[in-house]
């Protein structure tokens, strides 16, 4: 059987839907308020609940739980594992974080899970995820009301882009992933996938301009770019109510795209899909017309 975590998730409900419409998989999903029936109770704080949840499953999808300061995301990634091995789980794919992604504060966590994960008794395959394209798109949404108006739109980019990517294409890899180490499974034989790391990188990268651009577009007036510093960025993020780490990460995330460090060489994304990937810009698009009712 396959599980996968964190199906009440954008990325976990995008696999487990992805899983459940082959033909000839038996695939089941978990979430923290599992009740058992629809969904195994999986909630990686709770170490019961994973003994419990992981009973009859080879191969698991762990989705990455990563918000939180990241003593308690190693706690509860370390105590994944553990409960895998003690359940007799045969294969294990994680979705981490990218190449491009290293210089980034929620690195961390990522690179510590892979290197439990490879010391464990199962085999393991490694996702390592681009950054989502909601992320751009957010930057994208949150200056639009400003845009409309001033026709600047303002953000801490500097003169930097960052490679982004859909979250469909990433779970559409994961759910290829999945299925293929099942049927080799069923085969009696190491899957083709065991002890791989894929680079799932965009292969579309977007600053300032471009997300100036798409507002021209969806707002049918001329919109400009002009960066602000990280000062402003801080401050404006600290009015949004957001989670002490949330502001860091996010910070992190600015100050890589001004030093240049979130363009990625190279990914392993389009051999991986069965189409091109989905641009990046439409993503930005649809986002803008679904915050403006559009959708
Ligand atoms: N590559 C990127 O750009 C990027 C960006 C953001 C996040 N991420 C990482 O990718 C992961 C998946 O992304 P997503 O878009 O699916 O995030 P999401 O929509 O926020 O979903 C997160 C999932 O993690 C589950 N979860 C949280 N804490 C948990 C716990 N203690 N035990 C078990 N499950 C728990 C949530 O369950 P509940 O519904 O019960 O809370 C939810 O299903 C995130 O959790 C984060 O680690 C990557």
């Not at 779970?171 to 293929?180: L, P």
């Amino acid at each position: 059987m396959i599980l996968v975590t964190g199906i009440s998730g954008g990325l976990g409900g995008l696999i487990h839907r992805g899983l459940s419409a082959l033909d000839g998989l038996e695939v089941a999903g978990g979430t923290r308020s599992g009740d058992g029936v629809t969904a195994r109770r999986i909630d990686f704080d709770d170490p019961a609940s994973l003994a419990a949840g992981f009973h009859g499953v080879d191969v698991l999808v762990f989705v990455s739980a990563g918000y939180a300061e990241d003593d308690v995301v190693l706690a509860r990634h370390g105590a994944v594992v553990d409960a895998a091995e003690a359940a007799g789980v045969r294969h294990v794919v994680y979705t981490s974080l990218a190449r491009s992604g290293e210089p980034l504060t929620i690195a961390p966590p990522h690179r510590w899970t892979e290197a439990r994960l490879a010391a464990a008794s199962f085999e393991v395959t490694i996702l390592r995820n681009g950054l989502y394209a909601e992320i751009p798109a957010g930057l994208a949404v949150l200056g639009a009301a400003t845009a409309a108006e001033s026709g600047v739109f303002t953000a801490a980019l500097g003169t930097g882009r960052m490679t982004a990517v859909a979250r469909e294409d990433l779970a559409d890899v994961a759910v290829r992933v999945a299925a293929e180490i099942r049927h080799d499974l069923a085969a009696g034989r190491r899957s083709r996938h065991a002890g791989r790391t894929y680079e799932l990188e965009g292969v579309e990268a977007v600053g300032g301009g471009d997300l100036a651009e798409a507002l021209t577009g969806v707002l049918d007036r001329p919109v400009r770019y002009r960066p602000i510093p990280l000062s402003a960025a801080r401050e404006a993020l600290t009015g949004l109510g957001l989670e002490p780490y949330q502001v860091t990460h996010t910070l992190s995330t600015f100050s890589n795209v001004i030093a240049g460090n979130l363009q990625a060489r190279g990914s392993d994304l389009p051999a991986l899909l069965p189409a091109k990937p989905r641009p990046v810009r439409d993503q930005i698009l649809r986002a803008l017309a679904a915050a403006a009712g559009g959708h």
